[in-house]
């Protein structure tokens, strides 16, 4: 029994020195190894510039025409044709639509079959206007030479001024229908074609040809081009400035706001800013950046500053910790204050190689160098 535990712990003294020299031998190749070089980092160096920089803050803003409004006839008819579609620009005057107008077509005729009758009556006045007239001159020799009484040349006379008085009014009343006929075939004219009261976009057609549309009720829906507006919410305690940074598409523009009105509603002021037109939808919204700041110091990339516990930095290129004052972000830039040195240079790496490089002297290769 001795014998087997002699040899049992015999074996495993053997691998476990074995196992001492395995590692042994390990180590003393690992400590032959080369030490691996560290790869540097490839950085920018950039000076501050000194001066002032603007900060701008986005929101939402609702993109409206400046002008827009309804087209109407001003008489009841059949809308006999639409030039245009929904989405169509037109011109100052060009005709958009045309109406039929039953209503004015109706009191036309009704005139017309008066004056009409009024002329028949006219004739009548004028015949019975020259019989007075001829009976009265020939009453008057009579009595000038005693034919008859002085009563009946009287009645003569009555007679004849009525029937003067009969053809004027009938002649007045046919001037006045006339007149109106000739008012109404320019209505006719005018009121039958709805035309554009400046250029514009077409927004909404609310009828159909063949279909029938009262006096006042809209045809069309239409909007101005030649001015529109952005007109932003934001609370009342941000300073807004004079700039607004508005992006569409691949275009970038640069707008000036034109005034800033107080609102009661949830605690906003409206920042209203004009714009020419914009390749959107109007009505629609649009991100707007409205300058809500002006900070003067030195600006410098987001990417130059260090954020450590103890404050925010700027790292030299001899990985010295400058200390700064961050006054606002903006973009892809940095308003700081500070006792910056004006001819030091200063590594741009973002936040973690720079964590690196300052705090463990990690190695840099300058970009361009």
Known sequence: MKKYLFVTVGVLFFFFAFGLYKVKERK????NLEKPKMVPYTVSLIKPQKGKL???TTFRAKYEPIHKGVLAPKTSGIVQKLSVREGDTFK???VLAVVDPTDLKAQLNTLTAKAQALEVALGAAKL???????IYERNLKLYETGGISKEELQLSESSLKRAEAQYMQTLAELKSVKAQIEELKHNLENYSKIKAPYDGVIR??????GSFVPAGKPVLEIENTDLYRLVASIPT???VGKTALVEVGDKKYTLEVDKVLPSAQNGLKKVVIYTKRLNIPSESWVNVKIETGECKGYTVPSSALL???GGTYLVNEKKK???VKVEFLSGNSACVTGKIPPEERFIVAGQFRLRQIALYKYPIRVKGK
Do not use: C
Request: without cysteine; proline residues 3%.
């Open 128 to 134: 019975f206007y020259e019989t007075q007239k001829s």
């Open 321 to 323: 910790l400058i200390p």
């Open 237 to 239: 305690d941000v300073k």
């Open 92 to 94: 100052r005057g060009e």
């Open 204 to 209: 909404t057609i609310y009828a159909k040809e």
């Open 54 to 56: 603007k900060a701008f």
């Open 307 to 309: 954020y450590l516990d």
């Open 28 to 31: 003393e190749e690992l400590n």
